[in-house]
């Protein structure tokens, strides 16, 4: 593991909309599926697979792309679906970084160089991802591992569908230069042509072109094409302030009944957020409670509380006021999920009173991160009342 | 049950229970209001909410005893509909409960339960220690420390007020970890000793008791509040109405320790023109932390305040100072809170080092002092 170098994921669900139709309504599963409206005049949101080999493509018209596959299934947006099935990947994400860039609803850039002592090369991250998304949301997505964001992109479009593809670090440009001009940013089907006619045919006629000829015909976009087509992109990812949150959820192998053995899971949750918010070295406002029961129906509580916390027993004690919120009487619980939002930089305000409890906490939560920092272990150090029975009290 | 009560007086009983049923409670009599004829020509209605108490007495024609309980909503909502004058209310052997009013074609009926379902109200065993204290001390030991009780429901101890009956002293103490306020007034000649953690649900019922009470009698011959301790509940009864509590079983954080004795620096600012200036300044502060800068010269406060997302904003307020120049955070609305409490000319705000607690207090008078803890900025 080199830490100097920055490791980025660019990761992207296969045909997303039509996918989460496939997975919904099985009767769709290897059939040529497009999403989009019922009317001619319409355009194609998402193509599956299937529907592609006929030359179908997103954001074509719906009557050239029924033209190209008569049989295609036409299905009708369900546009609330795919924003759930977008924030679970979101989350995901999170739980492997907070440093989560959105470009849409199914396609993300992840700074992952500080996540690798804990869970792994970039690649390993990435097959966790595409591991857990499978796992949870029943849908396949793609992803690239490169050094920067451009790089990772282009090997996330290479790989699709449902692949993975590592650019390891000093192979940048020997990986970009054979592409067509098309897989620069930027070059679509209307300056393609023009590119082509300068003679720039691959990535690399871009890359090794004289930067004054590049100027003279391309402007200031030819230089900067040049520079990404050399593997040169020091863009970082930027997350989304707006929406940063960080959450831990478990679903488990037997149901969970009742109030002492839904509340018992709570402490694990509440402890790995606190350490990942001490890693950060950001603190929170608000917090949530997600209760996903054996009928797959959830519930979520939120408080915003009045002071920033850091700690574990703060969270954990805001989850379990929460847990009195949901109805658990006789309920099987399959997943339990603790999240914290309202994220800010620091630790919290200092106190009036000196609590030396918080403040150990504090300082054990600090070497644990330490610990698994070095050791790339989250499990590592884990709190004493964790390891109970699962029916016992927290 | 069958009875005839004004409506004005029933509305502002019922008003005054709706605050205590709960709306959502997983019990759904917690929602009601209890209806019960309590003697001749007397109405008692209670609420609940299993840690709070209300009761209220009105004055009623009586025709038939009983009891009788019904949503606090359902109800307060239909007799708010009947025609000013007096409203008849009658429960029949099913709970059924209708509402109309004389010489009106205006009639509900509402479904009730039995008023002996209604969960038994907390009295205070015979002998209780009990006290009695002037509304308006009472009032004043609120409304200059209530504003710095913790909200935060998951820390009992701090989601309450501290009451210390302390020999002549009564004091209240409340803190929310950041902030702490503390009142003293001495009540020459009574001698007691209690001390209880009132959560601040129950503090902002007692407020209201006492705001009614200073209200209703305003020639001066105002009845004192009665205070009991029995068991884990206080009792609070004052005119016509009366509240139980259970009180928080925690220990309150050892104040006094955090309370400075002396200030290295002390400052005196005009009270009004500081509330005025930090009013100012805290519309350009960080909404996430309200946090101001606190710049102290000869003469001068400067408060200034800039972020990336809201700009810069700054003012002055003239001082009493002369010591060495120094710059400190703060969050305004701690500030705002004690001046909003005060109503003396000038406070006095002593202060040590930028990440010591500050005390703030009326230049004037010794009873009242707030300690802040400064923020970094």
Not at chain 1, 79 to 85: G, H, I, L, W
Not at chain 1, 241 to 249: K, L, N, P
Not at chain 2, 97 to 115: C, E, Q, V
Request: charged letters at 25%.
């Amino acid at each position: 593991m080199s830490p100097a170098v920055t490791t980025v994921l660019h990761v992207d669900m296969d045909a997303f909309f039509a996918s989460v139709e496939q997975r919904d309504r099985p009767e769709l599963r290897g059939k040529p599926v497009i999403v989009g409206g019922a009317s001619r005049r319409g355009v194609v949101l998402a193509a599956s697979y299937e529907v592609r080999r006929f030359g179908v493509r997103s954001a074509m018209p719906m009557a050239e792309a029924l033209r190209k596959a008569p049989q295609a299934i036409v299905v009708p947006p369900r546009r609330e679906r795919y924003a759930e099935a977008s924030e679970q990947a979101f989350a995901v994400f999170l739980r492997y970084t907070p440093l989560v860039e959105p470009l849409s609803l199914d396609e993300a850039f992840l700074d992952v160089t500080a996540s690798r002592s804990l869970f792994g090369e970039g690649d390993a991250i990435a097959r966790r991802i595409r591991a857990d998304i499978r796992a949870e949301l029943g849908l396949a997505a793609s992803a690239g591992v490169a050094s920067s964001k451009f790089v990772a992109k282009v090997a996330s479009d290479l790989s699709k569908p449902d692949g993975l593809l590592v650019v390891a670090p000093g192979e940048e440009a020997a990986f970009l230069s054979p592409l067509p001009i098309e897989r620069m940013w930027g070059v679509g089907p209307k300056t393609a042509p023009r590119v082509r006619a300068l003679g720039y045919l691959t990535l690399g006629d871009l890359a090794r072109a004289p930067p004054a000829a590049l100027e003279a015909t391309l402007g200031s976009w030819g230089t900067e094409a040049a520079r990404l087509a050399r593997g040169e992109d020091a863009r970082d990812v930027v997350p989304d302030g707006r929406a940063r949150s960080i959450s831990a959820e478990e679903t488990y192998e037997e149901d969970r009944v009742g109030p002492a053995q839904v509340g018992a899971t709570l402490l694990e949750h509440a402890t790995r957020i606190a350490r990942r918010l001490v890693r950060a070295d950001l603190h929170a406002r608000t917090v949530t409670l997600k209760v996903k029961y054996a009928d797959f129906s959830i519930r979520t509580r939120s408080v915003t509380l009045p002071e920033a916390v850091q700690d574990t027993d703060a969270i954990h004690r805001a989850a379990i006021a929460l847990l009195a919120k949901v109805p658990l009487q006789d309920r099987r619980v399959r997943l339990t999920g603790v999240g914290v939002s309202g994220l800010a930089p620091g630790a919290p305000p200092a106190g009036l009173f000196r609590d030396e409890q918080a403040e150990k906490r504090l300082a054990l939560e600090r070497v644990a991160a330490k610990i698994a920092d070095r050791f790339g272990d989250e499990g590592a150090v884990t709190r004493a009342s964790l390891v109970r029975s699962p029916g016992g009290k927290t | 049950m069958e009875l005839t009560v004004p409506k004005k007086d029933l509305v502002r009983l019922l008003n005054r229970m709706q605050g205590v049923a709960e709306r959502k409670s997983t019990m759904p009599v917690l929602s009601n209001v209890l209806l019960a004829v309590d003697g001749p020509g007397t109405l008692r209605v209670a609420a609940t909410d299993l840690y709070l108490a209300l009761t209220g007495r009105v004055n009623v024609e009586v025709v038939k005893g009983g009891s009788v309980a019904v949503s606090a909503k359902d109800l307060v909502e239909r007799v708010r509909m009947m025609p000013e004058g007096p409203v008849q209310i009658a429960s029949h052997d099913n709970a059924t409960t209708s509402i109309k009013a004389a010489g009106s074609a205006r009639r509900y009926t509402l479904r009730g339960m039995p008023g002996e379902d209604f969960p038994p109200l907390p009295t205070p065993t015979e002998g209780s220690p009990s006290l009695a204290l002037d509304v308006g001390v009472l009032q004043e030991l609120i409304a200059r420390t209530h504003f710095s009780i913790s909200t935060d429901e998951t820390r009992a101890h701090l989601n309450s007020a501290l009451f210390e009956w302390d020999g002549d002293i009564v004091r209240m103490v409340t803190t929310d970890g950041h902030r702490l306020s503390k009142m003293e007034v001495k009540v020459s000649g009574r001698q007691a000793s209690a001390t209880m953690l009132i959560p601040l649900k129950a503090i902002q019922e007692l407020r209201r008791l006492c705001d009614d009470l200073a209200a209703e009698s305003k020639d001066g011959s105002r009845s004192p509040i009665q205070i009991a301790q029995s068991g884990s509940s206080a009792f609070f009864q004052g005119g016509a109405m009366s509240f139980a509590v259970r009180l928080v079983d925690a220990q309150f954080p050892p104040y006094s320790q955090v309370i400075p004795q002396q200030s290295e620096k002390v400052v005196r600012i005009p009270r009004a023109p500081f509330a005025d200036a930090l009013k100012a300044v805290q519309v350009a502060a960080s909404e996430r932390t309200g946090g101001v800068k606190v710049q102290l010269s000869k003469g001068t406060m400067r408060i200034a305040t800039e972020s990336p997302e809201s700009g810069e904003g700054s003012d002055e307020v003239p001082i009493e100072y002369s010591g060495a120049a120094m710059t400190i955070g703060f969050n305004a609305r701690y500030f705002l809170d004690v001046l909003g409490a005060l109503d003396e000319d000038e406070v006095q705000l002593g202060l040590g080092g930028e990440l010591d607690p500050a005390v703030i207090r009326p230049s004037s008078e010794r009873r009242f002092l707030a300690v802040v803890m400064p923020m970094r900025i």
